[in-house]
């Protein structure tokens, strides 16, 4: 079985980061890094995680004009991510750029491309938030309708609150990547997360990817919690 879990290393500095990777390695599949790590240790991170031999999922979230967003990814694929987010909000050409930019790049560098996945709706927001910047209120049609045109722009992976994964596997073609945040063991409280599933109901729902924070990171023994989740897996 490969290992789907991509711990999110949320945290603030690089030292923090590079010990808590070297800690988990053995029991997850991969690292996420998001806007607060990246924006306080830089690119450097990604290659020193990298170095390590661990997958990295660089988390920005890109949304620009096509061409901004394109050259973003281009760098990213240096860096040699495996997985990176762009917001689907920012359109279909937008996205078509953004994963000819990662075709392109990866392959003028003999390497595979990575996985270039689509945020549709964010889980911080909920109807009333949708209809205040002028979008269809239902959120479970607004994501459907994000995932559409970002599997009609090419892109090969979304990511996806838990409560959505088994309606987006009923429209979406079966080679399409779902990542889940929102996972919680039971074990844990929720904290933010407002839609939760454990680890082995979103795999059986149909996702490919489980981005676990809080419940590794905060956890008292990080690699003990990490191994948790996987063995409930099996
Ligand atoms: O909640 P947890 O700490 O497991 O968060 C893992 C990832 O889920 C975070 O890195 C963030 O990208 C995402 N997240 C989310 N919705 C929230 C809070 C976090 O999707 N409300």
């Given amino acids: 079985m490969r290992n ?11 030292e923090t980061a590079l010990k808590l990777a070297a800690q988990i390695a053995p029991a997850v599949g ?3 890094i998001g806007k607060e790590l990246f924006v306080a240790a830089g690119p450097d991170i990604v290659r020193r995680v990298r170095d390590t031999g661990a997958a990295v999922f660089l988390d920005l979230k890109f949304h620009d004009s096509p061409n901004t967003v394109a050259r973003a990814v281009a760098a990213a694929v240096r860096l040699d991510v495996q997985m990176l987010t762009l917001h689907t909000s920012g359109g279909g050409e937008m996205m078509r750029a953004a994963e000819k930019s990662a075709q392109d790049t990866a392959k003028s560098l003999g390497r595979p491309a990575p996985l270039v996945l689509g945020v549709t709706v964010l889980t911080s927001m909920n109807s009333n938030a949708l209809a205040e910047i002028g ?18 722009a090419g892109l090969r992976g979304l990511v996806c609150s838990p409560l959505e994964i088994a309606d987006l596997r009923e429209i ?37 990817w489980l981005v676990i924070g809080r419940p590794i990171y905060a956890a008292e023994n990080p690699l003990a919690a990490a191994e948790k989740i996987l063995e409930s897996l099996k």
């Avoid at 789907?4 to 690089?14: E, G, S, Y």
Wanted: glycine share 6%.
């Fill in 4 to 14: 789907p879990i991509i711990a999110a290393l949320d945290v603030p500095n690089a």
């Fill in 30 to 32: 991969a690292f996420k």
């Fill in 135 to 152: 979008c269809e209120a239902n959120v479970g049609h607004q994501v459907e309708r994000l995932a559409n045109l970002a599997v009609k």
């Fill in 172 to 208: 979406l073609p079966e080679e399409i990547q779902l990542v889940t945040p929102g996972i919680r063991t039971g074990a844990e409280k929720a904290d933010d997360q407002k839609r939760t599933l454990t680890p082995r109901e979103a795999v059986a729902a149909g996702a490919d």
